[in-house]
């Protein structure tokens, strides 16, 4: 029994540690990314670093929300795996508490993006000018131990990712099996082994910005969830939940197609799906 139970110990904590990776590293991350690309499109050096300044924060604001009502479900492992339940103190922060996570993270990013213009600018920090310098004028080396692995090997760990993070959604063992497979499956599509993306999608979607692509996936998502757990929560399975979960995963790979697309097509949310 000890076995057992400190196998089930790990997983929560991987589990755990994969939602606040989500919230420490990929959000900042993706917020920069999402920032540059359309501060990028503005010609005026002023009004581009303003906007910049200002779309770090919108951004990390909208993941940091998205994060938040995420977590009220998908930190149910942490307990349940260990043969507990979760408790009102331990979602209250993201439960009732969310508009205080949103303001500290859009603000951090907001005094990160300020600061780094700052020691752009100044002559006295020649250091912090080079490495940022360094960090974001070679896109291509971002990711390159990862996108050196075999592409079924990173397909199959991006799968067991998204499984893990979606086991607050599980009723049994089938849910996880039935979700990994059409991870695989998904990605595997969107890779190109399985057919790939048309052009024309991929033509139509870098059209629209990246943040207004990643505003689109969560609303849509949401209103097919709401329909879909509206229609069966009666039943009293998290099962509703979970396909809407799923539906969300497949929106953000249709709108994200594919990691082929040529780098300015490319965004932050792309290297972490």
């Known amino acids: 029994m000890y076995g057992p139970y400190i196998v089930r110990q790990v997983a929560a904590d991987i589990v755990s540690y994969l939602l606040m990776g989500v919230a420490v590293v990929l959000i900042p991350h ?4 999402l920032a540059a690309e359309l501060s990028s499109k503005i010609r005026d050096d002023y009004f581009q670093e303003a906007s910049q300044v200002s779309l770090s924060a919108i951004a990390a604001a909208l993941l940091v929300f998205l994060w938040c009502q995420a977590t ?3 930190i149910r492992p942490v307990f349940t795996w260990v043969g507990s339940s979760p408790t009102t103190e331990a979602v209250k922060h993201v439960q009732r508490q969310w508009f205080v996570l949103i303001a500290v993270a859009a603000g951090a990013l907001m005094l990160r993006a300020v600061g780094e213009l700052i020691a752009h600018r100044s002559s006295g920090w020649p250091l912090a000018s ?3 310098e360094r960090r974001w004028s070679a896109p291509e080396r971002r990711g390159a131990v990862w996108m050196k692995l075999p592409v079924v090997i990173r397909i199959v760990v991006a799968a067991a990712a998204v499984t893990l993070l979606l086991a607050g ?3 049994s063992w089938f849910d996880a099996g039935l979700v990994f497979l059409a991870v695989i499956a998904l990605k595997a599509w969107r890779s190109g082994l399985l057919g790939g993306v048309p052009r024309s999608w991929l033509a139509l979607v870098s059209k629209i910005p990246a943040l207004v692509r990643f505003a689109i996936a969560p609303l849509l998502g949401f209103a097919a969830a709401w329909a879909v757990i509206a229609l069966f929560w ?3 399975s998290l099962r509703p939940v979970m396909f809407g979960a799923f539906f969300t995963v497949i929106l953000f ?3 994200f197609p594919t990691p082929r697309a040529p780098r300015k097509e490319a ?7």
Do not use: F
């Open 169 to 171: 959604t599980y009723v």
């Open 30 to 33: 993706a917020a920069r990314r």
């Open 130 to 132: 080079s490495l940022q």
């Open 234 to 236: 009666r039943a009293g």
């Open 267 to 273: 965004s932050a949310i792309e290297e972490a799906s």
């Open 253 to 255: 790979h249709l709108l």
């Open 72 to 74: 009220i479900v998908l």
